[in-house]
């Protein structure tokens, strides 16, 4: 069966520090897909990125930066140099290969970044 | 601007009273579908649809239910509430099923 999993729950950390957010998941499928979204306390969900099974290299956009690795099943997201508008509720997801546009999520991570 | 629009974006109602929440998306994307959000257990599929007249149930379809008539919309129908229904409600649309979804802003339901 297909599951994400993020076991932290809560993070606080203090402005400027780095964070990372853990994402493990489980699929028998070779193809598929890695996603994470934000939802800040407005509650909307926003599109972070997304990550094809085949592509492992590392990205890195602005202060986010993302580490896939297939053979620990893990697909990170760091954040470096916190900021306040950085809190929020941060979703991994994984997508099904039998392409019914179905997201399976983690369960989420609230990070707080106190000033 | 690309959006994925829901309606309303609060709603208290009452045990057993029939509601629809409504989601139209001006994208043209084929799939669309229904999620919603309990704490601790992130946010699971309802129903979806892959394109005009298909849909088919998601991990969490008991109460609900779903029509895609138009392209561009997918309304989620409660036809008896109950407080278990009470949840945070994503409808989200993409081109394809591997790809980005675009989320509307979310309903929050309180059913008493």
């Known amino acids: 069966a297909q599951k994400v999993t993020q076991a932290q729950t809560e993070i606080s950390v203090v402005e400027k520090e780095d964070v990372t957010l853990d994402c493990v998941y489980e699929?028998?499928?070779?193809?598929?897909?890695l996603f994470w979204y934000k939802q800040p306390p407005s509650g909307e969900l926003v599109f972070l990125i997304r990550?094809?099974?085949?592509?492992?290299q590392n990205e890195i956009s602005g202060r986010y930066s993302w580490n896939f690795q297939k053979s620990t099943s893990s697909f990170n997201f760091t954040i470096t140099a916190s900021q306040v508008v950085d809190s929020a509720v941060y979703f991994c997801?994984?997508?099904?290969?039998?392409?019914?546009?179905?997201?399976?999520f983690g369960q989420g991570t609230t990070l707080q970044v106190k000033p | 601007e690309a959006q994925v629009t829901q309606n309303p974006r609060y709603l208290i109602t009452v045990t057993g009273k029939k509601l629809t929440v409504t989601c139209s998306q001006n994208?043209?994307?084929?799939?669309m579908s229904w999620y919603r959000q309990d704490p601790g257990l992130g946010l699971r599929q309802i129903y979806y649809?892959?394109?005009?007249?298909?849909?088919d149930k998601g991990d969490v379809p008991e109460g609900y239910k779903v029509s895609r008539k138009e392209k561009r919309n997918f309304p989620l129908i409660l036809e008896s509430p109950s407080p278990n229904q009470t949840s945070l409600y994503f409808c989200?649309?993409?081109?394809?099923?591997?790809?980005?979804?675009?989320f509307g802003q979310g309903t929050r339901l309180t059913v008493v």
């Open positions: 989200a649309s993409s081109d394809r099923g591997i790809t980005e979804a675009f």
């Open positions: 699929t028998r499928d070779t193809t598929y897909y």
């Open positions: 990550r094809n099974s085949f592509d492992e």
């Open positions: 997801a994984l997508s099904e290969t039998s392409n019914t546009g179905k997201l399976i």
């Open positions: 994208m043209n994307h084929e799939y």
């Open positions: 649809s892959m394109n005009v007249e298909v849909t």
